[in-house]
């Protein structure tokens, strides 16, 4: 792997005459990506330069859980560079031949910070930060959200990026072609019946459509651990496999229902603002309400739950033999209480 | 509750995951000893959960029938030990043998056959809804009333520790 590895840096990096790879580890994080650190040394004709990276890789296709371009994925991070504030990670390419590393890859640059969030939370050693942190996350949310789509995603890759018919010509197309995707996704993904409660809360979506907002690139995965952090402010978000265009809301649902599900309190923050979504709403003037929010905890939901319960479903019937599947049953089993509080099963209410 | 994955899924994925992911990441020849042990243990306990309850209830009932017998055959045997025997026999000798309990396999069945109709009960109550019959949303509420209590004893079952384990 480091040899192959070498060979990629020094074609990314055209100034370095040769790469030496060193502290080449496994880093447990991502659920969907096989993620190493490691360094880059370059060697060119001015000296050496040690560059701290991150190689994100594909799972095997039977074990992935989101099938998504990393190619896609790097594009949309240096649009992020190049048009916007929002704090990311530089990505200095992709790799789609799958002779290389097996699988698709794409390398990072290995941002400063502290990803582990949770040490703002429940009266961690970054408590004291969090007002701080999460003001500039829903800043940089914001500005996301609100950034030209077409200066994003000039190629339109993120119209369609699971490549399963979603039309985004217009919010309502965006959303009906949505929703069927989600009822005609649940038979790849009910393993077990108590997933009705999934083809529930699809069929109640479909029936309860809000009001359109504009549409715009949405993070897709935005949780309380898809960042890092120093000094009070966000120094990069992470993990863009699942960035698409959609409708902001998602964004915002989604982090609501992983805020409880991860025990963290993003949504409560910043306290002077009143809290995540009213600030949200000041810089964006959209005004959703907290049943809007529930609508599209519902929604982005179903949008993770296909690709995850569709792998897990492959595991159960043996079609690849990953532990992480087995263990994704036992750590959802709390969205369900969330998805029948929003769907107002009796004697589930909050 | 869920009928998929069973536990002998569980205990399946546990033992592959510890030969797969831990096994060749360990240098220390004693915890590689303690995991493989740890593999003995669950492999035993899925040979015995099939038939597990079965079993019990079986050698329960066998043994109802060997008290009688071991009297019987002591005749009139004296002595105190002879006499428990015989006082063992008229209290465990008279137990109702206990009811033989229906093969996992069978319940699970019979449940997983029912909830997928529930399921599509819910597809066919969408089609009504979408078509404007409020009955439809009636006959919902009474499907949700009956699979709160199911889900929320799930979650109570089902959950050991907050958060996502090996996420930051």
Known sequence: MEEQLAKFVERLVPEATSVKIVDFSPIPGGFSRETYRFDAICATTEGEERLPLILRKDPPALEAILHTSREVEHLLIEALRAHTEVPVSKSLGSEMDTETFGEAAMVITRAPGNGATSDLFNDGPDADQVDDVIRHLCESLVELHKADITSLDPDQALSDARGVGIDTTSWDTYMDSTFQYYIDGYKTMDFDPTMMIVLDSFLTLRRNKPRPLPLAVVHGDFNPANFLYADGKVTALIDWENSRIGDPREDLGWMMLMDVLSNTSVMSHPVDEGGFLAYYNKLTGYDITPQELGYFTLFGTANVAIPVNSAIKRRLSKEHMGFLHLYLVQSSVPAVLALGQLLGYPGMEA | ?168
Request: charged fraction near 20%; glycine fraction near 8%.
């Open chain 2, 1 to 168: 509750m869920n009928t998929s994955p069973t536990f002998d899924d569980i205990l399946e994925g546990v033992i592959a995951g510890i030969g797969d992911n831990l096994l060749p990441a360990i240098d220390n020849p004693k915890a590689q000893a303690t995991a493989m042990m740890m593999q003995s243990l669950l492999q035993g306990m899925r040979q015995q959960l099939p038939d597990y309850d079965t079993n019990i209830a079986g050698e329960h009932n066998e043994m109802i029938q060997v008290f009688n017998d071991m009297a019987e055959a002591l005749g009139d045997a004296q002595g105190p030990a002879a006499d428990r025997i015989r006082a063992a026999a008229s209290e465990f000798g008279q137990r109702a043998p206990l009811p033989m309990p229906v093969p996992r396999v069978e319940t699970t069945a019979a449940h997983h056959e029912l909830s997928r109709g529930l399921e599509q009960a819910m597809i066919d109550l969408d089609e009504l809804q979408q078509a404007g019959d409020a009955r439809a949303d009636e006959a919902l509420l009474v499907m949700r009333t009956h699979l709160s209590p199911r889900f929320v004893r799930d979650v109570t079952n089902w959950q050991a520790a907050e958060g996502f384990i090996g996420r930051g």
